[in-house]
């Protein structure tokens, strides 16, 4: 996102909130985190935690986004302040040494969310060709990094193609003319169809999939598809599904404002009874990027997220509000030109939470929210005496459901030929899958659920 934050970007082109083609129902948590009531069954969070998640933008291999963004967006707005930045004293490279240095950290501390890659970055080079600047070798070995250290742990989003110029995809050049209707940011400024729009993703789709790089998401730049919301929403489905053949595809470009709902909405739901339903899912982040900016020259205050003792700040506020806590960053404010300020300010924040709200929150990829929610909406669930049968579209781990009363006999999940004795556990904090807790008046089980037919017999 350049000059404006995201959310205020958003709120200046109208596209802040949910649209009205959502397909979802309404879903606010309660006290224990309750999405969805099927009958007297009670769908929760994963393991009754709130889902935490941190979406890292405007990363690639290599290139300082911040640096090579700035005199293009310069050439459109040259009476800007904010473009008049000394971007040529800025670090060309953002080294893969720190990429390893903070997503080593990030793994031993369970941290997981999105991190983009963007295909065509600023228009320095093709990842999957060449990258001036940098050797081949250089860019096989920070592509092989992205895959073994940071795929585990985090979405790989295209963040469209150049997150600068708009492509012709037909000829693979940049937009000639430097106008605001020929940058990724702003575009589009007219009507355009979900078909034509998803031709766009397709195309950086197709180069991350030329790096092996797997993807089931896409990440919007700035503005990008503000006009044509409903559309964006459609065309994500088609070309992640077109290109990647993923079942629920699912993107980010909001961030909810201080009283509006951070959980993820359901859009262009098609045949939600058929076993094979189609979906997008928006993801909503919950924050600012208060950890140095898009282009790293900003100082990070770590506390607006959450302070030392974790008592304040806004992660803190959606926790504490049972709403997904989804924080938000640039990577090049993570470098922070070098100095590695805001890492150090995220270390801070990490280290805040994984200890002193270790047992109310549970890191997730925002594919992973993704997939619960899809279940968590559309599969169907019946009880009938001692027996609860589900039958979902989707298979889900750490499914957590909740009942009135105790088990008659020790709980044993059923799908297909495979049978799962749950093991009770005596605390809500020592859920895990195949378990569950007897409650004062209520029965929590943990388990992951298959798609199709399955059940639970207690």
């Known amino acids: ?73 310069a050439d459109v707005w040259p009476d800007r302040a904010n473009y008049k930045k000394p971007w040529k004293t800025w670090p060309a490279e953002i080294p893969d040494s720190f990429v390893r240095e903070f997503g080593q950290w990030c793994a031993e501390q369970g941290v997981k969310g999105k991190y983009s890659i963007v295909p065509y970055p600023a228009c320095v080079g093709w990842l999957d060709r060449e990258l001036p600047g940098w050797s081949h070798k250089d860019l096989l070995a920070s592509l092989r990094l992205v895959r073994e250290l940071m795929v585990p742990n985090w979405d790989i989003h295209p963040e469209m193609i150049s997150h600068t110029r708009v492509i012709d995809v037909k000829t693979g050049r940049p937009m000639a003319e430097a106008k605001p209707a020929n940058m990724e940011n702003w575009f589009p400024q007219t009507t355009m169809s979900a078909d034509q729009l998803a031709e766009y993703l397709a195309y950086a789709l197709r180069i991350l999939r030329n790096c092996d790089l797997p993807c089931e998401g896409i990440t919007t730049p700035g503005g990008f598809g503000s006009r044509v919301k409903s559309e964006l929403s459609l065309a994500v489905q088609q070309s992640v599904r077109d290109v990647y053949g993923v079942e629920i595809p699912h993107y980010f470009k909001y961030v909810a404002g201080d009283k509006e709902s951070t959980q993820p909405r359901i859009e262009h739901l098609q045949d939600p009874e058929s076993d094979q339903p189609r979906l997008t899912v928006s993801i909503y982040a919950g924050t600012g990027d208060w950890f140095g900016g898009w282009d790293g020259d900003q100082k990070p205050d770590g506390d607006r997220y959450c302070s030392r003792d974790a008592t304040a700040g806004r992660m803190v506020e959606l926790i504490d509000e049972n709403e997904p806590a989804i924080m938000l960053c640039h990577w090049a404010g993570m470098y922070t030109q070098g100095t590695k300020q805001g890492f150090a300010a995220l270390r801070r924040v990490i280290t805040a939470l994984n200890t002193n709200r270790a047992d109310q929150i549970i890191w997730m990829k925002l594919s992973e929210i993704a997939r619960y929610w899809a279940a968590k909406e559309l599969t169907r669930v019946k009880q009938a005496d001692r027996d609860i049968s589900f039958k979902a579209p989707f298979a889900c781990p750490l499914y957590t459901v909740r009942l009135p009363g105790k088990p008659g006999s020790p709980p044993t999940v059923i799908a297909g030929q495979k049978r799962t004795a749950l093991r009770q556990v005596s605390k809500a904090n020592q859920l895990v899958s195949g378990t569950w807790l007897r409650e004062s008046n209520s029965s929590v089980f943990c388990f992951d659920l298959s798609k199709g037919q399955s059940v639970v017999q207690w």
Request: proline share 4%; net charge positive.
């Open 1 to 73: 996102m350049q000059n404006l934050s995201r959310r205020a970007f958003l709120k200046s082109t109208g596209a802040f909130g949910a649209a009205t083609f959502l397909a979802s129902t309404d879903s606010a948590g309660n006290a224990c985190g309750a999405m969805m009531r099927a009958g007297k069954v009670e769908v929760l969070y994963p393991r009754m935690r709130v889902p935490t998640s941190f979406i890292i933008d405007d990363s690639t291999c290599l290139v300082n986004m911040g640096r090579f963004c700035m005199p293009q967006f």
